[in-house]
């Protein structure tokens, strides 16, 4: 699986963590930036990740920030995306079953990365129910703002 990856400085420790993680469980990872843990913008991180999912060059993206609210938001900003914070690996379920979400969000200050690493299993293993929830999810996505 292809997963694209980004994070500001806040996430950086933690995306370079989840990085190397998913790598070793033979991922292959799109690093969409930051590179050090020096300030920047999260809006900019988070649309370069969700881009990549959305034009299919990456199935699934991860994107960190220091609580994961903010680019969480710039990521679901880009058409197509339907990104997810989650701090615990029910949410993580739940999101991929019910909503289909292509993007994770973490909040690199909020949690560790042994909890980070068990939301990150649980959201790439489990499959999209389907069914009532395709309607609602397709309702989801004709909403144009």
């Not at 991180?45 to 959305?54: D, I, N, Q, S, T």
Request: hydrophobic share 35%.
């Amino acid at each position: 699986m292809k997963i694209a990856m980004g994070s500001d400085h806040g996430g950086f420790a933690l995306k370079q963590h989840l990085k190397t993680y998913l790598e070793n469980k033979g991922c292959l990872v799109e690093d969409c930036g930051t590179d050090s843990t020096q300030s920047c913008d999260y809006p900019d991180f988070g649309r370069l990740a969700a881009e990549a999912v959305a034009s299919g060059r990456c199935e699934r993206g991860i994107v960190i920030c220091t609580t994961g609210i903010g680019i969480s938001i710039s990521a679901n900003k880009v058409r197509g995306i339907r990104c997810a914070l989650c701090s615990e690996p029910l949410s993580a379920e739940m999101t991929r079953r019910h909503n289909d979400a292509n993007m994770l969000a973490l909040g690199g200050g909020m949690i560790g990365p042994n909890m980070a690493e068990r939301i990150v299993d649980v959201f790439l293993s489990t499959a999209f129910e389907g069914g009532r929830h395709q309607r609602r999810v397709d309702k989801v996505m004709s909403i144009e703002g």
